[in-house]
Each structure stands twice: as C-alpha cells, then as structure tokens.
C-alpha cells in the first residue's frame, strides 16, 4: 500500500487547507497523513551545509519529524497559495530545510503532485509558483505527477464552489490510480 503526505503551505486556515482536507477524505482507507505547516515550528535554514555531510540538519526542531516522514512517502501532495506572485515564507522555509536530501538524493523519483491556489487568473499562479518551485523538484529529482490550479482569494471561496468540490474528487481519484 502506497503511503501518502500532504503538506498544506499555507500561514491561514483557508483554501489551501479546505483543497487538502478535503483530498486527504476522499483518498479514503490509505495510509496518509495530512500536516499543517503553520501548526509546526520550522526555523530558517542557515546554509551551514553541515547536512551534505550525514544528510541530518542541525537544527532541532519539527522539521526533523516531517522529513523522516518525507522518506516514508511514496506519494506526496503539497498545497500553496499565492502570495505576491511567490510561495508564502513559510513553504520556502520548508523547502530550504529539504537540503539535507540534496546531495544524498533521498527525494529522488518520488511522485508529487502541487495544488496551487491564487486570487488572479489561474495562468499567472501556475506561472509565478511553478517559476518559484521548479528548482526544489528539479535539484531533488522529484517525479512531479500533475499539478492543479485553483482560483480563489476570500480564505473561503472554495467552500461554496461546487465545481471546486469535483475537481477535487477528481484529483483524488488521479492519486489513487498511481
């Protein structure tokens, strides 16, 4: 049985979220588990680089939790928002924390897939968030599956939007199929 992670990166209980909580409900009797990033203590990579020699950082916090479970995925499901045409500084925290994998390709081939959520046009998220990505899945060598965009910018846009509520069945019929 495959095991799944999401990661909501997102600072506000909103669309990010309700996106996740939702997929993780409909993947359905899978070994998962969903985690708020805004609900952990992640503190900023100091680029020391003393993680390319044992794959360990140095610093001590929740991160050392989400990575171990990081490794135990084979599939993993990552949420952000758009915030000003960027990742929220949260999910850059996360993403610089991933280094200790970098050098010993830990990441390598595991399958992910990206919801991205914008207040603008569906495009310019899909093109400003790839852009701010692209070199975590590339220098990681993640196996990026698919990625979906929503639009929305009230923290609650999604709740009431039915067309929302199937796309999400239907990319949670997506993961599973892997």
Known sequence: MLKYLLISGSPRNGNTDFILSNLYNYIGNKDKELIFLRNKKIGHCVGCLRCGDNSKCIIRDDMDVILRKMLEAEVMIFGIPNYFENVPGLFKDFIDRTHPFYKFKLLKNKKLFFIMIGGGNTEGTKKYLFKNIEGFIKHQELDLIDLYLFQA??????????????????????????
């Open 153 to 178: 910018l009230g923290a609650k846009d999604l709740e009431q939007n039915k067309n929302a509520l199937n796309k999400i069945k239907k990319i949670a019929i997506k993961i599973e199929s892997l």
